[in-house]
């Protein structure tokens, strides 16, 4: 089995489906025909900038825009963490949280991967890179995401119950470790899920991709279990430090409550 | 003895007070005065300023968990975080001796939470504080939920305690429940203390 390049042609007639959804917007007046258009357009624009993007740090091989390139993708991730936070701290600290414990956790596991298991030549290649950071970091965000927003949600609402266990004389550890926990529990829980559909209820994105371009499929399910792996590591991680750093945040060197400190 | 010397934090202050072991001091004053801001801030619960020292022991050289484990603060509505009352108390024998005193037995400790009422809850968050024997207690309305008799052991059991040399702040509306303590009374106004003849 080969790869079969498609042309611009090819393009342009799957478009004609985005047309036909378009006319039906007009047809049955659901007044969404403007916003197809423009999704569709930024998504062409911005996958096309992107490939150019890809292609010159794969001719490149250069651990410097590597890095950049791995930077911006985190400063991005953390930017988009912190904005699905409906409690957040006054200035840069949800953003600095968020975007900190991705860093940890993603560098950590995507270096680990690229050194002990897929080990191209050399290991910061941005063909193997990028798109492994990329995977990892998707999915770990949405751990901190939802892990972050269910502890500052749960210590606001749990305010008179944190404040109970500190006047008995709890440790802020003590009094915030059922708020942890539960927090990292949910920041993990769409990746449990994931693991188990995988196969069953979803083909995964990145073993599909792979059969298309021509891999056996027991070599394409392999680096899918692999990337499950290493996306269920990193999330695990990024969720724990995140919630960690948060609730630290939360209380003083004196163990009390600081919801003050939230915008 | 407590002594808190120039309290200041959110709404209160500066606040001076003393109070020997065995001696109640009741606070009265209008709603929003910082009654409950001004024990909160002696349990360092929030962020305050001043000096306060424990028979001769300034606070911030305690940690803050030990500083309230000795000065334990109870809110006037108490909170719970596990399912059963009995979870809340580590001493199931000692806890078992405490409801009785406050008029509850022993098997209040397999009551589910959400069934319990709010007097009850109000006896069981005083006997919960009481279990870690603090050497001054600071008690926001108290007995607010309770009837005159459940009042009555409550104020029991606190004389008891008074007798064994701890100290109260309590914040009341209910001037004779200062006389039948034998509390020195305070007034708050506007953050400001003030003793009252």
């Not at chain 1, 953390?78 to 956790?105: H, P």
């Not at chain 1, 070599?219 to 499950?228: D, R, S, T, W």
Request: net charge positive; charged share 20%; aromatic share 6%.
């Amino acid at each position: 089995m080969t790869f079969i390049a498609l042309g611009y042609a090819d393009l342009v007639i799957a478009s004609l489906l985005l047309l036909l959804s378009g006319l039906l917007s007009i047809f049955l007046r659901l007044k969404i025909e403007r916003q197809i258009g423009i999704a569709a357009l930024r998504m062409v624009i911005q996958l096309m900038l992107i490939g150019l993007v890809l292609k010159f740090l794969f001719q490149m091989v250069s651990p410097l825009w590597t890095g950049v390139a791995a930077a911006i993708m985190i400063a991005l991730a953390g930017r988009e963490a912190a904005a699905r936070q409906k409690r957040k701290f006054s200035g840069w600290w949800t953003y600095g949280l968020g975007t900190s414990s991705l860093m940890i956790a993603c560098s950590i596991v995507t270096v680990l991967a690229l050194t002990t298991q897929i080990r191209p030549e050399p290991w910061f290649d941005p063909r193997f890179a990028i798109p492994i950071l990329g995977m990892i970091l998707g999915n770990t965000m949405n751990g901190v995401s939802i892990g972050l927003d269910r502890l500052m949600s749960s210590a606001v609402e749990g305010r008179a119950i944190i404040e109970a266990r500190l006047s008995l004389g709890h440790d802020r550890v003590r009094a915030f470790k059922p708020l942890v926990q539960e927090s990292v529990r949910a920041g993990l829980i769409h990746i449990i899920n994931a693991m188990s559909a995988a196969g069953l209820i979803s083909l995964p994105g990145m073993m599909t991709g792979q059969i298309l371009a021509g891999v056996d499929p027991t070599e394409a399910v392999k680096y899918q279990i692999l990337i499950m792996f290493l996306i269920a590591g990193s999330t695990a991680l990024g969720t724990l430090a995140a919630v960690v750093f948060a609730a630290r945040r939360l209380t003083d060197g004196r163990h009390r409550l600081r919801l003050d400190r939230l915008a | 003895m407590l002594s808190i010397r120039n309290l200041t934090g959110t709404g209160i202050g500066p606040i001076a007070l003393k109070l020997a072991g065995g001696e109640v001091a009741a606070i009265t004053g209008p709603s929003g005065a910082g009654k409950s801001l001004l024990l909160r801030a002696i349990a360092d619960l929030d962020p305050n300023d001043g000096e306060i020292m424990l028979d001769g022991e300034e606070r911030l050289k305690m940690s803050a968990p030990s500083w309230r484990a000795q000065v334990a603060y109870v809110a006037s509505e108490t909170s719970w975080w596990a399912e059963r009352v009995g979870d809340h108390f580590e001493d199931k024998r000692a806890a078992t001796q405490l409801l009785e005193q406050v008029g509850l037995g022993e098997s209040a400790l397999d009551w589910s939470i959400p069934r319990v009422s709010t007097g009850e809850k109000q006896r069981l968050g005083l006997a919960r504080s009481l279990m870690g024997k603090p050497r001054v207690l600071l008690l926001d309305e108290p007995t607010s939920a309770l009837d005159a008799a459940n009042r009555e052991l409550v104020e029991q059991l606190l004389t008891g305690r008074l007798g064994e040399g701890t100290s109260i702040i309590i914040v009341t509306h209910d001037p004779e429940q200062a006389k039948r303590l034998k509390a020195k009374r305070y007034h708050l106004e506007a953050g400001l203390l003030e003793a009252t003849p």
